[in-house]
């Protein structure tokens, strides 16, 4: 959910980081999505074309890389990725935070970022 | 001289940004569980749907604990003071955030909200949450613990088509049991429900109308 509003932000500090550089337009926008963010990445491709028209983005394409899921457990030390589970009445497969070798409970490491990782502009 | 490198027109230039847009909530919560230990607090979010049970449970435990700890408490809605107003006659100090169309708590809203506080005057905070089961999951706001409220009046799919917010919380209120002989939900099923989900989760079954499981709840939060 949300994908509008994050979505706006991601416009907002790529044409401030172009316009810092005096930047005649943007190329192309490569964003890392985690797996465990809530985020509709078909929502977030919508958002940013109604977002970038009328400004230096226009045109741009944006390029999403998806991150897995990754947890540490603070009991056993197991670092890896995190359990799905197949919940038997509804058949949807979910991510749980329970570690697969103890069961214990994990902290996240990875898949929680909504990142710009780089932007390629024509000056 | 010093030499500087320009850009030629029409030159492309690929810039590193590394800039991650969902770690600014995550970092403000930190520091809003950092400056709630330093003043010794503990604090419990509460979250549920529109109608659970919320504010009745906020305020029936306020009323069982006002002696032991001084408490406060931030309530979150789109709008009016309603929540903050049935709060405060329980006896706890009571700030009330509206968040205009904005449909959870965010950790700047709290962070806002506990300068309106003198922490050294308290040491139990309650932060009523939004009513919502989707979007307040993405937002921690620097709470020691989080409570999901669901009621009997729900029907029996609430953990199953929400399992997201089910699986980071701590203490899981299944509210309005006076109500269960006439509708007919069956409990144990949704107990079941949340140990799939979070077999770590507390399951406490309450009426905040009368009271029934409040005590339970205090001691599921371990206060």
């Known amino acids: 959910m949300h994908e509008f509003s994050i979505t706006s ?5 790529v044409l401030k980081e172009a316009e810092k550089r005096g930047a005649k337009g ?3 926008v490569h964003l890392i999505i985690g797996k465990l963010t809530l985020l509709g990445i078909e929502q977030v491709k919508f958002s940013y074309k109604v977002l970038i028209e009328d400004t230096i983005l226009e045109g741009s394409k944006l390029l999403i890389k998806r991150r897995s899921g990754k947890v540490k457990c603070e009991r056993c030390g197991y670092e890896g990725p ?8 509804s058949h949807i497969s979910f ?8 069961n214990s409970t994990v902290t996240i490491l990875e898949g929680r970022e909504c990142t ?3 932007i390629k502009l024509v000056m | 001289m ?4 320009r850009a030629e027109e029409g030159e492309i230039f690929n810039i590193e940004l590394a800039e991650d847009l969902l770690k600014a909530n995550e970092v403000l919560a930190m520091k809003n569980k950092n400056l709630l230990s330093k003043h010794g607090i503990k604090a419990i979010d509460v979250m549920g749907s529109v109608g659970t049970g919320k504010t009745s449970l ?3 435990i306020v009323y069982k604990l006002k002696e032991n700890y001084r408490i406060a408490v931030i309530a979150g809605d789109l709008t009016t003071t309603i929540d903050a107003d049935i709060i405060a006659k329980y006896g706890a100090e009571v700030i009330q955030i509206n968040t205009g169309k904005e449909c959870h708590l965010d950790a700047n809203l709290i962070k806002k909200a506990l300068k309106m506080i003198d922490l050294n005057k308290i040491d139990l905070l309650f932060i009523e949450n939004v009513g919502n089961l989707i979007c307040p999951a993405e937002f921690p706001l620097g709470s020691d613990k989080r409570i999901v409220i669901i009621s009997l009046t729900e029907g029996p799919y609430m953990v199953v088509k929400h399992p997201f917010i089910f699986m980071k919380t701590d203490v899981v209120v299944i509210n309005k049991m ?6 007919g939900v069956d409990v144990n099923k949704l107990e079941g429900d949340v140990n799939r989900v979070n077999p770590k989760a507390n399951v406490v079954k309450v009426s905040c109308r009368n009271g029934m499981g409040i005590m339970n709840v205090i001691k599921a939060l371990e206060l």
């Open chain 2, 2 to 5: 010093s030499r500087v490198i």
């Open chain 1, 95 to 102: 991510p749980t935070l329970t570690c697969l070798k103890c």
């Open chain 1, 9 to 13: 932000q991601i416009v907002r500090s």
């Open chain 2, 178 to 183: 006076d109500l269960v002989d006439v509708l």
């Open chain 1, 82 to 89: 995190i359990k799905f589970k197949v919940d038997p009445i």
């Open chain 2, 58 to 60: 906020i305020g029936q």
């Open chain 1, 116 to 118: 710009i990782k780089s």
């Open chain 1, 26 to 28: 943007v190329l192309e």
